[in-house]
């Protein structure tokens, strides 16, 4: 599915992503849970997956499958054999036993204490939290007798009893 809407501004379907070009370099991406707006050339994507690992995200393979770009130029140098070879082509000497190590006297006599740790109670932990605007919330009791709320009708020290018309309408807290 290929349709046109301007110059730049075409649409591209494909594994359930719809890929809308916004200019030549920038794509917007629309599948899935989340949707990203891709810059080829700069190597970057809305999701920020695509600017933090260097590695092409799924809004990027999109966009450069509507570009006919391929998804290994978009993929970070420092992911290349080259790289690996450079960063472990220098000798790496062994560390050594503790006691030749050659520690700075301000590390040596600083304490660093571990941090503290809170007895945890048992059961399940408490939640503090709001209740929706939709959610039941608990009514108080309403007495028989003499109408108030807070208690019931066996629990009533009132001597009088209520009409049924001063009976005031349920209360919810």
């Not at 794509?27 to 849970?33: C, L, M």
Request: proline share 5%.
């Amino acid at each position: 599915m290929d349709r046109s809407y301007g110059h730049y501004c075409s649409t591209y379907q494909s594994n359930g992503r719809h890929t809308l070009q916004l200019n030549p370099v920038t794509y917007h991406v629309k599948g899935g849970e989340l949707e990203g707006v891709v810059d080829i050339f700069n190597k970057t994507c809305t999701c920020k997956e695509f600017d933090i690992d260097k590695l092409p995200c799924v809004h990027a393979i999109a966009a450069a499958h509507h570009a006919q770009v391929s998804v290994y130029s978009l993929v970070s140098p420092y992911y290349t054999k080259e790289y690996y070879v450079l960063a472990y082509g220098e000798t790496i000497y062994p560390v050594g036993s503790q006691s030749q190590w050659d520690v700075p006297n301000e590390v040596a006599t600083r304490v660093v204490l571990p941090r503290e740790v809170k007895e945890r109670k048992r059961g399940r932990p408490k939640t503090s939290r709001f209740p929706s605007v939709d959610e039941f919330r608990k009514r108080k009791n309403l007495c028989d007798k003499c109408g108030a709320y807070g208690h019931y009708k066996k629990k009533c020290n009132s001597q009088t009893e209520s009409t049924e018309g001063n009976q005031p309408t349920d209360v919810l807290v």
